[in-house]
């Protein structure tokens, strides 16, 4: 790349080993940091969009992919990293459905028809998927908000608006867009819910558009007991998918509760932050699980109280 040219000049032999040593152990240093800086508690690495153009961030999930793929075309984006898994397989999409998902219209709740082969891929809650517009695009790292069922080729996913992406929140019904395949370990519920007995409630916690895999967690029923919900917002303006909180509760036996950073002065619901009224209810017990997705800083606080209440390390589970 033009910004990274080296002029070495001819210099004493022992200056030039000199020089050898100082590129080598500079080289050694910025590739460290490149593929294995955390950000924000999630692995950070760096792609190529196109040569010349840059390096450009991107936010990953770790994950593990094992799936095989029929007849889709394979990638050219060249990504630098290691340990990541494989690079996106992309298959072509189709926007079926988009929709205001809360009040302030700030997320949009999209269906996207997807190939059966994709479909039959999900099979945890909380995995991801990259999507795009096309090539042009840069892919957006999306989890699915709709539960697995392999026999649906159609994933739910949920969109906070930016300034950069609304070729998407944006998107008409019959939009072609396109996505990889599905990828990350989601919530691994079954193995660690499953031993040393089921848990008698489950709690869960989500912040913003956070909620989106904790919905396709709820709505898969695989659970294992009763739940409670935190859901941290600013306003009542900001409450994604509040239609359906009636039913999680009723059919899936979770209860949805509300807590508002920024409320109304009106308003006589919870306020604060999540892990502060986890600590008012004194909800999280040697019998809880607890799956959770949101910013660094919450689920850590989340994970020091459910700590010291007693629920058990392997129980308390991200999709990240």
């Given amino acids: 790349h033009e910004d990274f040219k080296i002029h070495y000049y001819s210099t004493p032999k022992k200056y030039s080993t000199m020089m050898k040593l100082l590129l080598a152990s500079s080289f050694f240093v910025l590739s460290s940091y490149a593929f294995t800086t955390p950000l924000s508690g999630v692995g950070k690495t760096l792609s190529y969009e196109k040569l010349g153009e840059g390096l450009q961030q991107q936010h990953l999930h770790n994950y593990h992919d094992t799936s095989y793929h029929h007849g889709r075309k394979s990638s050219s984006r060249v990504i630098l990293g290691m340990g990541w898994g494989p690079d996106p397989v992309w298959s072509s999409g189709k926007v079926t459905l988009s929709e205001a998902a809360c009040a302030s219209k700030s997320c949009v709740s999209i269906t996207v028809e997807v190939p059966s082969e994709t479909a039959k891929e999900y099979k945890i809650p909380g995995q991801y998927v990259q999507f795009r517009l096309n090539e042009e695009t840069k892919p957006l790292f999306l989890a699915i908000s709709s539960a697995p069922k392999p026999d649906v080729a159609a ?104 807590v508002m950073s920024q409320p109304p002065k009106d308003y006589k619901g919870r306020t604060g932050y999540v892990q502060k009224a986890l600590e008012e209810d004194n909800s999280a017990n040697a019998d809880s699980g607890v799956l959770m997705c949101g910013m660094k800083e919450m689920a850590e606080a989340v994970k020091e109280v459910c700590t010291k209440a007693g629920v058990l390390e392997k129980r308390i589970l991200t999709n990240f």
Wanted: charged share 25%; aromatic share 12%; net charge negative.
């Fill in 155 to 258: 994933f739910e996913f949920l969109i906070k608006k930016t300034d950069n992406n609304d070729w998407i929140t944006d998107a008409a019904v019959d939009t072609k867009v396109e996505l990889s395949q599905v990828l990350g370990g989601g919530f691994p519920i079954e193995p660690n819910f499953s031993e040393d007995g089921e848990p008698k409630d489950v709690l869960l916690f989500a912040a913003g558009s956070g909620i989106a895999p904790l919905k396709a967690a709820i709505e898969g029923g695989k659970l294992g007991g009763s739940g409670k919900l935190y859901y941290g917002i600013r306003n009542p303006e900001e409450l994604c998918f509040e239609s359906s909180f009636d039913e999680w509760a009723s059919e899936y036996g979770v209860e949805v509760v509300p």
